[in-house]
């Protein structure tokens, strides 16, 4: 353990870790009240007090999970976390913030949303690979780097793209003089190029706010719940899909890939 000369590691109880706050750059605390937030699976690191974990398919759950969660192609990554006491979110390392909706909406990359409080309703939207937040609310979501806030009209590389806030969909835009070069005569025979942002964007136009990371490489894709197969983790074993190891509802495999996310 790395520490300053003469200082130790700051030890963390109860009492001292924050409430729905950061603990660092990377860790988030959510402070349970006898309430429950929706959590994704694999993103919770540990926790304090008396918190339960339940399905979205939890029959005691349907009253919450008919205001709060619409989205059926992910219902299997997304859990409720219910009971009193301080739970930490972490995501591989990778910048941890929270973000607040006053009657709202925001659409985010579905990787990137790590958990949200219930008067917040979620849906699935018409974009491939993203989630919409509507309403008021507190949410946590993970990011490749810091997260920049930019106004449209703007075009944004698709791989730092996070979301976007109160503003339309984003269209395709594609490089003219890649489409009329050599390189678009290619791609319009092969299906092959037009992956980097300097030949194809997201555009946005009208009011809002786009959120952007401050990396141009997505967070590596990993199956939620996942366990590695590693020494000294007990259950690993191999990646939903393979031979023998179905693939459950809400993990997109080969579509997520397709899409970029």
Not at 38 to 56: C, D, P, R, T, V
Not at 96 to 118: F, W
Request: aromatic share 8%.
């Amino acid at each position: 353990m790395n520490t300053p000369m003469g200082a130790g590691p700051v030890v963390h109880d109860p009492m001292t870790l924050p409430s729905d706050d950061n603990v660092n750059a990377y860790t988030f605390c959510v402070e349970l009240k006898g309430s429950q937030w929706f959590l994704q699976k694999g993103k919770m690191i540990a926790y304090y007090g008396s918190i339960e974990f339940n399905g979205i398919g939890h029959g005691r759950l349907d009253r919450l999970v008919r205001t709060s969660f619409h989205s059926p192609l992910h219902a299997s990554d997304w859990v409720v976390a219910e009971g009193s006491g301080k739970m930490l979110l972490a995501d591989r390392s990778f910048d941890v913030n929270s973000y607040d909706l006053d009657n709202g909406n925001l659409t985010i990359r579905s990787g990137n949303l790590l958990a949200y409080q219930p008067t917040l309703a979620l849906k699935q939207s018409i974009v491939p690979g993203f989630l919409t937040l509507i309403g008021t609310g507190k949410f946590v979501a993970a990011s490749n780097g810091p997260v920049v806030f930019m106004e449209p009209p703007i075009r944004v590389d698709p791989q730092a793209l996070v979301g976007w806030a109160d503003c339309p969909s984003p269209c395709h835009h594609y490089d003219h003089g890649y489409m009329s070069g050599v390189m678009g005569g290619v791609r319009a025979l092969t299906g092959i190029g037009g992956a980097s942002g300097e030949e194809h964007q997201f555009e946005f136009v009208g009011a809002g706010t786009v959120l952007l990371q401050s990396s141009e490489a997505l967070m590596a894709e990993q199956a939620t719940g996942h366990v590695p197969h590693q020494a000294g983790v007990p259950g690993g074993g191999g990646t939903p899909g393979q031979a023998g190891i179905p693939r459950m509802p809400g993990q997109l495999g080969d579509l997520q890939r397709r899409f970029g996310l």
